[in-house]
């Protein structure tokens, strides 16, 4: 590789002094088309080597004075011709039937990213089917173009990064990477032998930032590097973040539209209007419910809502075939149902957590105010058995953990009121199964 370099640089030198005024583009297609043989001598020595070919004698000579920096952009930019046409990505596929809204949030995470000093990391946050991934998705395919360089999608939270980003290298960019060296020396070197280019890397599902993203990262003055990170977590600076809401009750029927058809949707428009807000405008719960019905044709919009309510009583709502994902004809972005995608931020919770999303599952589904939820775990506490003590810190921590994972919303914060959305609700009732209830021996005044 060093005697090809050397070659190279020796072969760009000669036509520099030939055609000085030439440009970059100008000189990689004299280098593609030259078959001249170059002598590589050091020093001040000179040597030639002559080739006779059709009666032509090429001549190769030693050069000493040229444009080291327009050597070296000449050089750069032949290595890039000779790579691949078109954005290497291996970006998964968009399983959506119509991409609905997020138009903003796409322009603000574009904008985000056009930073120039450091290497740009935004974080799409959001709770569990919200629609981040899918919301990158049509980031890299609307903007595809304005990186060159690559789009490579990682998969943050199932395999390691680093071997990825070696994999990714070699498959998608044809890096031959030196023998010998340790992973994470391999994943510096694909850093810095990199296609030319602006570059993407989307880390989808990051659940530990310091331990898993941030020693792989590309180096932070590479800021032809953009970072975009889908997760639950909730990150602040230097990170940028772009939380993500549920769709708007418009949206949500526009979805719901889109799945089933226009002609199953009207004779049951309010019914639909209904199910859409029971699910409380959840893309991954619209999305399960549309294929759900799509499957079953006989089935009615209200038939399905009342044995979801009544499901609901049972704490049995999110267990419901609506709400899983059918592996035999999933078609969808979505890789899990409602309760397999909530499980996995349950399990980040410790048991502080998960005590405390079960006490506030039972509320009525309205505004939870702080003070109560204190209330009602003091009283707990005084009635449980061995009389625990009510530990007020623990118990905060316990609601900003809920809050980081995007399991509790604040609704009111100068009045501390939160809220629970409607399919974590019927999560949390569910983990409450074969329990007795929390608040059972509480009286709140």
């Known amino acids: 590789m060093t005697d090809l370099v050397q070659q190279l640089s020796q072969l760009i030198a ?8 030439a440009t970059v583009d100008q000189l990689v297609e004299r280098l593609k088309t030259d078959d001249r043989i170059i002598q590589i001598n050091t020093g001040n020595a000179m040597a030639f080597q002559t080739v006779v070919e059709g009666g032509t004698a090429n001549v190769g000579i030693h050069l000493h004075d040229f444009d080291d920096e327009k050597l070296n952009r000449v050089l750069k930019a032949f290595w890039q011709s000779l790579q691949p046409s078109g954005v290497p990505n291996n970006v998964p596929h968009s399983g959506v039937a119509k991409f609905i809204g997020r138009e903003p949030e796409l322009e603000r995470l574009h904008t985000q990213l ?3 000093s450091l290497v740009a990391i935004s974080a799409v946050e959001g709770m569990g089917g919200v629609g981040k991934t899918e919301l990158a998705i049509q980031y890299t395919q609307r903007y595809a173009d304005v990186y060159p360089g690559g789009i490579a999608w990682l998969f943050a939270r199932e395999f390691n990064m680093s071997a990825q980003v070696v994999g990714f290298a070699q498959s998608q960019l044809n890096l031959k990477i030196p023998e010998g060296l340790e992973l994470p020396d391999q994943v510096a070197f694909c850093w810095r032998n990199w296609r030319e280019g602006e570059v993407l890397l989307v880390l989808d599902d990051v659940v530990n930032y310091s331990r898993d993203v941030e020693p792989y990262l590309p180096p932070p003055a590479s800021n032809r590097f953009k970072v975009v990170m889908t997760t639950r977590l909730t990150f602040g600076p230097p990170i940028q973040s772009l939380s993500l809401d549920v769709l708007s009750p418009e949206q949500s029927l526009e979805l719901l539209t889109v799945l089933i ?30 294929r759900y019905l799509l499957k079953r044709t006989d089935l009615s919009l209200a038939t399905l809502l009342f044995r979801l309510q009544e499901k609901a009583k049972k704490r049995q709502a999110i267990r419901h075939d609506a709400l899983q994902r059918d592996e035999a004809t999933a078609t969808s972005t979505a890789r899990r149902g409602a309760e397999a995608a909530f499980e996995l931020s349950w399990e980040e919770l410790n048991t502080p957590g998960q005590h405390l999303g079960k006490l506030l599952s039972l509320f009525a589904p309205a505004p939870i105010p702080w003070y109560l939820a204190e209330s009602v775990e003091q009283k707990y506490c005084e009635n449980s058995e061995g009389s625990q003590e009510f530990d007020v810190e623990v118990f905060e921590n316990a609601r900003a953990r809920l809050l980081d994972l995007h399991l509790l919303q604040l609704s009111q914060q100068q009045e501390k009121i939160y809220r629970l959305h409607s399919l974590i609700r019927e999560f949390f009732r569910s983990k409450l199964e074969g329990e007795a209830d929390e608040t059972s021996n509480v009286t709140v005044s």
């Open 14 to 21: 000669e036509n520099l002094q030939a055609a000085p005024t």
């Open 114 to 116: 056009q930073q120039d």
């Open 261 to 290: 058809g226009e002609a199953r949707v009207q004779p049951e428009l309010e019914i639909a209007q209904s199910l859409c807000a029971w699910l409380e405008h959840l893309p991954l719960g619209i999305e399960l419910v549309g």
